[in-house]
């Protein structure tokens, strides 16, 4: 019998423990390593990033091998539902992608790197299965740190330090926030579980609205809780630590954070809107999720008109992109989640290319009067490499939902469940704002095929950029050209992670 407890408690963990096995193994190895003249930092450097990246191949083909089984472990602080296992996927499949689109980076001197990645990875992974005020904010607290370091990696740049800093300040603040509505929350309930809380605010939506004391404190509790996951997820009005850490981080670093994030983040804000708050967080918090979506569509629209580097430029792009989640959030039915999981699937698949697309153009030898950190840099693109010219197109035309490319189903899709839902003012202002989003990415076409230039700055095409990043582009790009010869699959995967949300 404690044996068969004992497998259980283990077993939805199994992935989680090989990878932290595998970090075990990276950190003797670069400890012993690391201390002999004859082996400098490349060769070290490669050999810890082969076994991160081995690492989670087998891990993926571990958790394919495994079969679900749903029921909350752990003393109810984790639990392993369809969301979670299936949330799993996502997390190794774009884990592996990142791995493969960005090569060794010059600048990163330290081993650890990788190991921080991997306890990034496992962090995500045990959010998806949070399950308790406690779990969620010692998970979300371990990720921030991991954050925090990878932010400011590059010790020689000081834009990285100061982003890094600026990330910390700010997620300090968040993380109290966080806090304070945990707090509050226990204090006016005495219960700490999700599934506890959806039978407390099932009652109390029907029988103790009296209380106005408990109702104002349980509303402010949602409130700052709310607040602080819209923070990481980086919604607006609390997007600002976005373009600043997104421009001062190491470019994988950027794409890490522009990518994998999300998924746990967004799960989480899922878990408590739906299976936490129940009818109550509708009836008093809807407003705010309004706010924020239109918010979100504004400023990220007008903040990417305005920008000159890419990293700031495809910042302020995810922010329009998060006011979509919002909008499907905000529907209220959890039979359209579906549609948010697609778009969600899409999102990854095109921001992916789009960093794997800097990740192949940072490999062009600039002149000195010139840095591919700007978009004018994109102006010599047409003239020295035509077919990367043609799948960025084919990237920002995604981007901005002309179909037929993926990006425009995703956008249907959401729109299709706010319809259902008769959110008319905000489809109207989210496709104002997305007509008027299509002029900064036409933009940055105008500037690879009709921009004038000096042919004297002509950059030189190197070579160096590794095969696999090249594959793992093109296979974006195919997805993301032909993403409805997939769609039955993509259309399944997303609706077991909704089933979490119909029992």
């Not at 990696?153 to 300090?172: H, Q």
Request: proline share 3%; charged share 10%.
């Amino acid at each position: 019998m404690i044996l068969s407890i004992f497998y259980l408690n283990i077993y939805p963990l199994i992935i989680e423990f090989f990878l932290f096995l595998i970090i075990c193994y990276c950190l003797l190895f670069g400890s012993i390593y690391s201390s002999f003249s004859s082996l400098q930092f490349p060769i070290l450097i490669n050999s810890i990033r082969f076994f991160s990246l081995q690492g989670l191949i087998f891990s993926f083909i571990l958790l394919t091998a495994t079969s679900p089984i749903f029921f909350t472990y752990w003393n109810n602080l984790l639990i392993n539902d369809s969301l979670a296992f299936y949330g799993k996927f996502l997390i190794l499949f774009f884990g592996i992608i990142w791995f493969l689109i960005f090569p060794i980076s010059k600048l990163i001197l330290n081993f650890e790197f990788w190991i921080l990645i991997l306890l990034s990875i496992i962090a995500l992974s045990l959010l998806l299965q949070a399950f308790d005020l406690l779990s969620i904010y010692l998970l979300i607290e371990f990720l921030s740190l991991t954050f925090y370091i990878l932010t400011s990696i590059n010790r020689n740049s000081e834009f990285s330090t100061e982003s890094g800093l600026k990330y910390f300040i700010l997620g300090a603040f968040t993380s109290s926030l966080l806090l304070f509505g945990f707090t509050l929350l226990y204090n006016f309930t005495g219960l700490t579980n999700l599934r506890d809380f959806l039978i407390f605010f099932t009652d109390y939506s029907s029988t103790l609205y009296q209380f106005t004391n408990l109702d104002f404190g349980l509303f402010l509790s949602i409130f700052c809780i709310l607040t602080a996951l819209l923070f990481k997820l980086g919604a607006a009005p609390f997007h600002f630590w976005i373009p600043d850490v997104y421009e001062g981080a190491l470019n994988l670093v950027t794409g890490f954070f522009a990518i994998l994030p999300k998924i746990a983040i967004l799960t989480l804000i899922l878990r408590f809107v739906f299976l936490t708050f129940g009818d109550y967080l509708f009836s008093e918090i809807y407003l705010f999720l309004l706010i924020c979506t239109f918010l979100s569509s504004l400023i990220g629209t007008v903040g990417a008109l305005l920008q000159t580097k890419w990293k700031r430029f495809i910042a302020f792009s995810s922010i329009t992109h998060i006011s979509f989640f919002l909008l499907s959030l905000c529907s209220t039915n959890p039979d359209h989640l579906i549609y948010l999981f697609i778009y969600l699937f899409i999102y990854l698949l095109m921001s992916s290319a789009f960093f794997a697309f800097f990740s192949i153009f940072t490999k062009f030898k600039f002149p000195i009067s010139f840095t591919p950190r700007f978009l004018n840099s994109l102006i010599f693109l047409n003239f020295t490499n035509q077919p990367l010219a043609i799948l960025f197109t084919i990237i920002l035309f995604s981007f901005a939902g002309i179909p037929p490319l993926a990006g425009f189903f995703a956008k249907f899709f959401i729109f299709y469940s706010a319809i259902s839902s008769s959110l008319f003012f905000l489809i109207f202002s989210l496709l104002l704002l997305n007509c008027i989003s299509c002029f900064y990415y036409i933009s940055l076409i105008k500037k690879n095929y009709f921009h004038t230039i000096n042919f004297s700055y002509l950059p030189i095409i190197n070579s160096s950029a590794k095969i696999e990043t090249l594959i793992v582009f093109n296979i974006l790009i195919f997805l993301i050209l032909f993403f409805i010869l997939e769609f039955d699959s993509i259309f399944l995967f997303s609706n077991l992670l909704r089933s979490t949300f119909l029992n």
